[in-house]
């Protein structure tokens, strides 16, 4: 019995007792509407409920009495070995041993599947994450919002949203102007121009450069820059991709800044269509010279200018195009993952979301990370002034790198221990998971060397106190995954996973598997496997969605 049948069972208990209540009313609760929670404590039964509570205004009686009633209704139901009132009006439901332990064999079954879910169906979301300037390497801060946007795109499509990976890459501007004017430098050993870009990576793509074309000194400036941009851009951003490869995160879109800002066969830009469609919105108005956008209307702390008095267009006009743009490619709901420094651009996309018609507070949502900090960090010889995110990942590892950033809200600062993250021992949260995940595979392989399998399942042997906790947090997975992906929360699995294997490693520790000596082989053993494999392929799917491996040796 799982929770939607626990409130399926509840519902046909509750809809003749309100019946009687109240004749002329009709309750119209569905499965989602019955509260249903794990008890903190193991004692008090398997479920809780308040829905007498919630009710017992609306039906004119008690709360304590309806739940009575409630109780008294589920005593009668297949799989619940009993229901007790508490309070004020909880009901702690026990379900017997069978119906419990069902599960095990259901998970078996679903495989990859189990967890997957379909709360954000029909939902489309653009998430747009890392997004760094192809001027350098990836850092510190573009790394946890790399794990992080990965891990929310996984949870929301196990649960079943249309949601994509977005990289929108700064390659226009004067940014792009001064990392190829560095370059340029570094070829000519000349010193770095003032507000470019130094560090031993740009020597590195001059060199390139010049291997690629070993002409451009000899041509004319504005080529030399020309030709500089082009190719140190494209060693750039593959250096990026390859990064973000490594690092286990694939991006489904890279979306070029440039592509806003180029005409069309009529002459005519994205930057260009979005002020106008601003402007068909009514909230663009011209003064001074300059076109601005009545963004004070949706929160915003002053107006922005979109297109300055001498015709150039702002970032805000192209944050308008892009976010315009998203729409147009059909995605209704679009996420920002933005760094710590970039506070002010919240009300500002909010506004623009506002402005083009679309609902601020549902369209759009914008998440703020906080900074990260590495205990006996260096900064990166190649590029002088950051850590570099293939250097973080070289020295901790993928996995646990990932797993460390994913483990907290993002709106917390963290501070990252890599001596502990590089430990095989229990205090390194990544190696108790995966450590957990091996040891049902080796339990697993142990249970074939002594004859064991799945060939029986008798669901009603799991009796043990252990095995009805373990049982009760693999039931938990489906609802930590659809609540992560809405709340877009992946810390929300990684600590469900660590309270997982907890459980499971406490039963292991009570409940045998393989027959102790020569005793034989009996249901409870070839059922217990069935529960052994049900966590493991839990811990597997978990881990998955936060990018991280599951090894089945350690």
């Not at 439901?93 to 078996?108: F, P, Q, S």
């Not at 192809?134 to 949870?155: E, K, M, N």
């Amino acid at each position: 019995m799982n929770p939607d049948t626990l409130a399926e069972a509840i519902l046909s208990v509750v809809t003749p007792i309100a019946a009687s209540l109240r004749p002329d009313e009709t309750l119209d609760l569905e499965v989602s509407d019955v509260p249903l929670e794990r008890p903190r404590n193991r004692d008090h039964g398997d479920w809780a409920s308040n829905l007498a509570m919630r009710l017992a205004k609306r039906l004119g009686t008690n709360p304590r009495d309806l739940a009575q009633q409630i109780a008294d209704g589920l005593a009668g139901i297949d799989g619940v070995a009993s229901a007790e009132v508490a309070g004020p009006g909880f009901i702690n439901i026990r379900l017997d041993a069978a119906a419990a332990g069902v599960l095990a064999k259901t998970i078996v079954e679903a495989g990859d599947s189990y967890g997957r879910n379909d709360s954000q169906a029909g939902v489309s979301v653009n998430v747009e994450f890392v997004s760094a300037n192809p001027t350098g390497p990836l850092h510190i801060g573009h790394t946890r919002w790399a794990a992080l946007g990965d891990s929310i795109v996984r949870l929301l499509l196990a649960s079943g949203a249309n949601a994509v990976r977005e990289y929108y890459i700064n390659d226009a501007g004067a940014q792009m102007q001064r990392f190829a004017a560095s370059v340029l430098a570094a070829a000519k050993g000349e010193p770095t121009p003032e507000g470019g870009y130094p560090g031993e990576y740009i020597a590195a793509l001059a060199a390139r450069v010049l291997e690629a074309r070993p002409d451009v000194l000899e041509l004319r400036d504005a080529e030399q820059l020309s030709v500089a941009e082009d190719l140190a851009y494209e060693y750039q951003l593959a250096e990026i991709k390859d990064s973000l490869g490594q690092f286990n995160v694939p991006f489904d879109v890279w979306f070029s800044e440039r592509t806003l800002h180029a005409k069309g066969v009529d002459g005519v830009s994205l930057v260009d269509r979005a002020v106008d469609r601003l402007r068909e919105q009514g909230h663009v108005f011209d003064e001074d010279g300059a076109v601005w956008v009545r963004t004070t209307d949706f929160g915003d702390d002053k107006d922005r200018v979109i297109r300055r008095s001498n015709g150039e267009y702002t970032y805000f006009a192209a944050d308008a195009a892009y976010y315009l743009n998203k729409g147009d490619r059909g995605f209704e709901n679009k996420i920002y993952l933005l760094g710590a420094d970039h506070h002010g651009y919240v009300h500002r996309l909010k506004a623009v979301a506002g402005a083009a018609g679309e609902d601020p507070e549902k369209n759009i949502q914008v998440l703020i990370g906080q900074l990260v900090s590495v205990r006996g960090a260096r900064l990166s010889k190649r590029a002088g002034n950051i850590i570099e995110m293939d250097d973080l990942r070289a020295w901790i590892g993928t996995d646990a790198l990932r797993y460390a950033l994913e483990r907290s809200p993002a709106d917390s600062p963290l501070d990252l221990d890599p001596e502990l993250l590089q430990k095989r021992t229990n205090d390194n949260p990544v190696f108790y998971v995966q450590y957990a995940h091996a040891r049902t595979h080796n339990a697993s392989r142990n249970a074939a060397d002594s004859g064991v399998e799945r060939s029986e399942f008798a669901p009603e042997t799991l009796s043990h106190e252990t095995e009805s906790a373990l049982l009760g947090a693999l039931q938990e997975f489906p609802r930590i995954v659809a609540f992560a992906a809405e709340v877009r929360e992946p810390h929300r699995v990684a600590r469900y996973l660590e309270e997982l294997a907890g459980l499971y490693h406490r039963w292991y520790d009570n409940c045998r598997i393989t027959p102790l000596g020569d005793d034989p082989i009996e249901s409870v053993h070839r059922t217990r496997l069935w529960l052994n494999d049900a966590t493991g392929q839990v811990l597997r799917n978990g881990l998955d969605l936060l990018g991280v491996s599951a090894p089945e040796r350690m």
